[in-house]
């Protein structure tokens, strides 16, 4: 039987950012994060559920959770253990799923009953399903890291289709889809993004012009495919059609490890450096070319892995290897 613990938790300071716009006016962001009560257990990969409260994974306790931003007070749902949560995302129908990183399976939790359903993956070679994200249709699409796979599962019938990567370690890493239903994501382990046709599962691959990137997280802008470079301290924009890259070196140089990235509803990207201690949550204007807002994360951050753009209250939502989730409200 699993259990459920209700604890209340209370929030962290907040940090103010100056933003400056290229018209003149200054705007401020406003970071805020609340504690965990779990500590050491990394807490990670937060979705905003269609009711406001805030679903998460612990990866290294084995839970699942949710925070209501309202009251402060988390519910945590215990998983086997050994589970390994890695991410997780939540269905228009209120569904949770997660990927189980460790357990080679990606679960759905009915949050009414408390069921876990578990669609294993139908290769054994692919062991650790790692990022998931939904498409139009509903159906999800996600990576698995070491085993070098990307796959989909279509969540009507649970059949999980495999396809798995050419590149020895590639390590397929983040990965978003586009309003055409293609996905794209990063090959973390060699300087390529890939994407994949969903009507024929071709594969199509773009070799990064520097030998040295190494893509970590993705994202979608109007102008084309956005990532940041993990190893080189870059954000970088593919286009689609040419495969042409454009890089804009990190406001914290080589050092700044870019990892958790997020486009807003103004087009704008987000990025965190991890290199730093506190980590930076820093903002590019496309438009403009340029950096235009830089913030320390209040609790240090530890390394902020991923973030989600949320976009009815225009915020982005993250969580810290220092026990916190955040939130910072984008002007």
């Known amino acids: 039987m699993k259990r459920t613990l209700l604890i209340a938790s209370t929030l962290l300071g907040s940090t103010w950012l100056t933003v400056e716009h290229t018209h ?28 406001g409260r805030v679903w998460f994974v612990g990866q290294e306790g084995d839970y699942l959770a949710v925070l209501d931003p309202t009251s402060g007070q988390f519910k945590r749902i215990e998983l086997e253990a050994g589970t390994g949560p890695h991410n997780l995302i939540v269905d228009p129908k209120g569904a949770v799923w997660f990927s189980g990183n460790k357990k080679a399976y990606i679960g759905r939790l009915d949050p009414k009953t408390g069921k876990i359903a578990r669609y294993r993956m ?40 495999l396809l798995p990567l050419p590149t020895p370690g590639a390590r397929p890493y983040g990965i978003v889809v586009d309003a055409s239903g293609r996905p794209w994501f990063n090959e973390f382990g060699t300087n390529k993004l890939g994407t994949i046709d969903p009507a024929s599962f071709e594969l199509k691959e773009y070799t990064l ?49 870019p990892y958790a990235m997020a486009a807003d509803d103004r087009g704008r990207i987000w990025a ?12 590019f204007d496309p438009k403009s070319a340029s950096f235009f807002a830089s913030a320390a994360i209040p609790s240090g951050g530890g390394t902020v892995r991923h973030m989600v753009f949320e976009a009815r209250q225009r915020q982005i939502w993250f969580g810290t290897d220092n026990d916190t989730i955040g939130r910072a409200a984008v002007p």
Do not use: C
């Not at 257990?41 to 559920?49: G, I, S």
């Not at 965190?272 to 903002?283: D, I, K």
């Open 122 to 161: 139908p290769d054994p070679a692919a062991k650790d399903p790692h990022t998931l994200v939904l498409d139009a249709k509903g159906d999800i699409w996600f990576t698995a890291q070491f085993s070098n796979f990307v796959g989909k599962l279509s969540t009507g019938t649970g059949n999980v289709r």
């Open 24 to 51: 003149g006016a200054a705007a401020a962001v406003d970071i805020r994060e609340w504690p965990v009560p779990w500590k050491g257990t990394r807490p990670r990969d937060p979705f905003v559920a269609t009711d």
């Open 209 to 257: 012009s520097d030998s040295g990137a190494r893509g970590r997280r993705i994202t979608l802008g109007a102008d084309g495919v956005w990532y940041v470079d993990y190893a080189r301290g870059y954000l970088a924009r593919l286009d689609k059609a040419s495969g042409k890259v454009s890089e804009w070196p990190m406001p914290g140089g080589s050092q700044s490890l």
């Open 272 to 283: 965190v450096e991890t290199g730093p201690q506190p980590n930076r949550l820093v903002g």
